[in-house]
């Protein structure tokens, strides 16, 4: 094992990672991180992740976005160029609340993309993660918990014991030096 | 109880027994990744050739002009439009059924969203051709487009007409990217189990990186719930916007305020028809009978069932106000609807729409597929003859006698519709083959939440 390898326990079912998430929790392990095929639920319960960021960033573009393309409407059909259509008063406001409603959807949803690859971290072509043995099936059927050598708590030799002893498939290591 | 537990359709499942996480994968991503077989091979090149006559149609239209159609003074609005609406309706309910039902929790919806969201995105991109073809001048559709130009000009924010432009748009870019945000987890999958490098490289540029690590789900299933809670009012106010086209004006038979609603619940019906169909094609083409059972089809020709009560009232209230109120040109307008040159139309419209439903209420035909096939399709013709009665007919009958005029579509109005269908199957073929047809990390999810499988 090469230093600032970190070591990665492989599972068969999304209850067996939950439960071993519990006990390395327990153990006193931190920089723990865990890969599942779908969203299990409970995982980031489990993980004690903080809670998203994207629904205030979603919000706030999406409040972004009505009011521009509102005040974008009211500017020009009543102040840059003002014109009698159909006798129509030139700030027709309930005119203009369709297509404030379509750009307070779209800001919202191009926020909610892109801030979920920002949060992430994605695009992102490679990690060390790739490089683990078996970790393609982490994307198919196999449950992955990882425990980071920048743990305090971690030790390359009774970490992968404390990790064997959670009966997973297989402990493989993580070269983290590649990136 | 005659009936045996297992029969009874609450306790039906929505995923056989014997599908496990590594089976779902394997079965799914493998229709993607084998060699495409002869079937699909002449499936994509006949609808390939239907593609070539759309653009013929179109190249020719763009030259001689919007007089190769069959529309005229009095029915400005032909075929195009009528086209346009419709397939903005099949369009609006991949979404809808997709969000609402994510929403709702409904677990069967897992099986059938990835086609349904990708039948929204050829329908409404489809769709948005007609509104550019039909214009006199298409090289200018950009004027639609707020943007400062040299001549000061902006575009008339008052009518729905560019309301439309801004709708569809923003309705064509949200489904992209709540349908990529779905398939991200799935292309992830794909990389991981292609074993050609241009595969490889191909799938794994799509998925972005992704690992399926527990922080990546976490702002996942934030995004994806939210992009549903948004594309829910996004849909209702497409449609609404397209019924708005006919709403606002002071058409008889057009000026009803019923319309936004009318046209959002026809939408939804006629999309659940195409998705019941689409459904039906692909489960007996690609042997999906694992992952679409009875259950589906049952639950989705229920909701046909209930959307064809929402129209059926819809007509009958169209009629009854009509009577009800004081207004002349709209009791006539009615009248001549239902007696008029158009009335085959109209009548066929009520027994697609309302009448042949109706059948869904029994339990055997929801689960026959051939007769729910039938429904399906006739539905869709119903929903087809519904835009022509709104459009055509009421245009042909306006307020001054001396302008009413029939509309008798071309050769050119029936190959632009008949290469519309062309191009969604085209699109339709190329989804199955580069695209998991099914969304493997929420069926694996399903699998689990049905108790664990590994």
């Avoid at chain 2, 079937?39 to 994509?44: A, I, N, R, V, Y």
């Amino acid at each position: 094992m090469t230093p600032n390898s970190s070591w990665l326990a492989e599972f068969a079912t999304a209850e067996q990672l939950l439960n071993a998430i519990t006990r390395t929790r327990i153990a006193g392990y931190r920089r723990i991180e865990a890969y599942a095929p779908f969203d299990v639920p409970g995982l980031a319960e489990e993980l004690d992740l903080p809670a998203s960021r994207l629904p205030l960033w979603i919000l706030i573009f999406g409040i972004l976005g009505g009011v521009s393309a509102f005040l974008l409407q009211a500017y020009l059909a009543a102040v840059d160029f003002p014109l009698n259509a159909g006798g129509r008063p030139y700030f027709s406001w309930p005119s203009f609340t369709l297509v404030s409603f379509e750009f307070t959807v779209l800001g919202a949803a191009l926020a909610g993309f892109f801030g979920m690859l920002a949060l992430k971290g994605l695009p992102r072509p490679y990690h060390p993660i790739f490089d683990a043995a078996n970790c393609d099936r982490a994307s198919q059927d196999r449950f992955f918990l990882m425990i980071d050598s920048d743990d305090p708590e971690f030790d390359p030799d009774s970490t992968r014991r404390f990790l064997e002893s959670l009966n997973p498939i297989a402990v493989t290591e993580v070269n983290r030096e590649v990136s | 109880m005659s009936r045996n537990i297992d029969e009874h359709p609450e306790n039906e499942t929505v995923l056989h027994a014997d599908q496990d996480y590594a089976s779902i994968s394997r079965e799914i991503s493998d229709i993607v990744l084998r060699p495409a077989g002869r079937g699909w091979w002449l499936g994509f090149g006949l609808s390939g050739l239907g593609v070539l006559i759309f653009f013929a149609a179109a190249v020719y239209l763009f030259y001689a002009g919007v007089g190769i159609w069959g529309v005229n003074t009095t029915v400005v609005w032909g075929f195009a439009i009528i086209n346009y609406v419709w397939w903005i309706g099949i369009g609006n309910a991949g979404t809808l059924i997709s969000a609402m039902l994510y929403l709702a929790r409904q677990p069967w919806r897992t099986s059938i969203n990835r086609f349904a969201e990708a039948m929204t995105i050829f329908a409404a991109s489809i769709a948005g051709l007609f509104p550019i073809l039909h214009l006199g001048r298409p090289y200018l559709f950009y004027w639609l487009a707020p943007y400062p130009s040299t001549m000061g000009v902006w575009p008339q924010f008052r009518s729905p007409l560019v309301w439309d432009m801004f709708a569809i748009l923003t309705y064509i870019i949200v489904s992209v990217l709540f349908w990529y945000t779905g398939l991200i987890p799935d292309l992830a999958t794909l990389r991981d189990r292609a074993r050609s490098r241009a595969a490889q490289l191909v799938y794994g540029a799509l998925a972005l990186g992704w690992r399926g690590s527990a922080a990546h789900w976490r702002h996942y299933e934030r995004a994806y719930l939210i992009l549903a809670a948004l594309a829910v009012p996004l849909v209702v106010s497409v449609h609404s916007v397209v019924g708005y086209d006919f709403a606002t004006t002071l058409m008889p038979g057009w000026r009803s305020t019923l319309f936004a609603p009318y046209f959002v619940v026809g939408a939804m019906f006629s999309g659940f028809a195409m998705v019941i169909v689409i459904t039906i094609a692909l489960r007996a083409a690609f042997k999906l009978h694992a992952f679409v059972t009875p259950r589906h089809l049952d639950a989705m020709a229920k909701i046909l069932l209930a959307a064809s009560l929402i129209m059926g009232y819809a007509y009958g209230m169209e009629v009854f106000m009509a009577w009800y109120g004081t207004d002349a040109d709209e009791w006539r307008q009615t009248v001549t609807t239902a007696t008029g040159p158009y009335a085959p139309a109209y009548w066929g419209m009520l027994f697609c729409n309302i009448v042949v439903p109706q059948l869904c209420w029994s339990a055997r035909i929801r689960r026959n597929i051939p007769a729910l096939l039938i429904i399906a399709i006739l539905v869709n013709v119903g929903m087809w003859l519904e835009r022509y009665v709104i459009v055509v007919n009421i245009l042909s009958h306006g307020f001054v006698p001396s302008q009413f005029r029939q509309y008798f579509p071309t050769v050119w109005d029936w190959a632009t519709m008949l290469g519309s269908f062309a191009l969604f199957l085209w699109f339709f073929f190329l989804f199955v083959r580069f695209v998991p047809m099914v969304p493997m990390h929420e069926v694996r999810r399903l699998a689990h939440s049905l108790g664990e499988r590994s």
